[in-house]
T-cell receptor, first 116, second 114 residues
Framework: KQEVTQIPAALSVPEGENLVLNCSFTDSAIYNLQWFRQDPGKGLTSLLL?????REQTSGRLNASLDKSSGRSTLYIAASQPGDSATYLCAVRPRPSGGSNYKLTFGKGTLLTVNP | KAGVTQTPRYLIKTRGQQVTLSCSPISGHRSVSWYQQTPGQGLQFLFEYFSETQRNKGNFPGRFSGRQFSNSRSEMNVSTLELGDSALYLC?????????????FGPGTRLTVT
């Protein structure tokens, strides 16, 4: 059974700092890994999606890496801003087998606070 | 193109009652998945529907059920509500629910059981 762990559970940093969020998973037979952002009481916004054959993806100040063999992914946020304050979730998608492979397994998230 | 919509956005129910939540996927999407999010358990997969058929089911009791209509809109139903059912319920849609589709999430329905 796939398990996804995110460390730390909460992180508070001053504005402008670079930071790294960690995600680990137990079963390396994944199709892809996705990082989401969730604002309080809201739905999920996809940030970056890394296919299992890729090592990293970048979007603006965000960079996500994937090391499938060790079951780890990191989300790097450069020059953090107060608007980055949110919960960040990672989710893994299993390889297709028969029907759909949309049973995403999520970590519990990292609550990020960026202080002005 | 409109995103995934969920109604209602907020709901308060009493223990023992039943509730129905609705999800309208992005136009053209045929796969709809449901997730429950609680502070203790995080996000957990409930079930996935494609072409009016349930294809995948998570580890939830039979009180949780769903269905999908011919226009791909989906509903989930929870009967005999318990306090522990208080959660944010998220639905997500994708074209076919298989690789390499991406999944798009709605804003959620916040259910409070008193």
């Amino acid at each position: 059974k796939q398990e996804v762990t995110q460390i730390p559970a909460a992180l508070s940093v001053p504005e402008g700092e670079n930071l790294v969020l960690n995600c680990s998973f137990t079963d390396s037979a994944i199709y892809n890994l996705q990082w989401f952002r969730q604002d309080p009481g809201k739905g999920l916004t996809s940030l970056l999606l890394i296919q299992s054959s890729q090592r990293e993806q970048t979007s603006g100040r965000l960079n996500a890496s994937l090391d499938k063999s060790s079951g780890r992914s990191t989300l790097y946020i450069a020059a953090s801003q107060p608007g980055d304050s949110a919960t960040y979730l990672c989710a893994v998608r299993p390889r297709p087998s028969g029907g759909s492979n949309y049973k995403l397994t999520f970590g519990k998230g990292t609550l990020l606070t960026v202080n002005p | 193109k409109a995103g995934v919509t969920q109604t209602p956005r907020y709901l308060i129910k009493t223990r023992g009652q039943q509730v129905t939540l609705s999800c309208s996927p992005i136009s053209g999407h045929r796969s709809v998945s449901w997730y429950q999010q609680t502070p203790g358990q995080g996000l957990q997969f409930l079930f996935e529907y494609f072409s009016e058929t349930q294809r995948n089911k998570g580890n939830f009791p039979g009180r949780f059920s769903g269905r999908q209509f011919s226009n791909s809109r989906s509903e989930m139903n929870v009967s005999t509500l318990e306090l522990g059912d208080s959660a944010l319920y998220l639905c997500a849609s994708s074209l076919l629910g298989v690789a390499p589709d991406e999944q798009y999430f709605g804003p959620g329905t916040r259910l409070t059981v008193t």
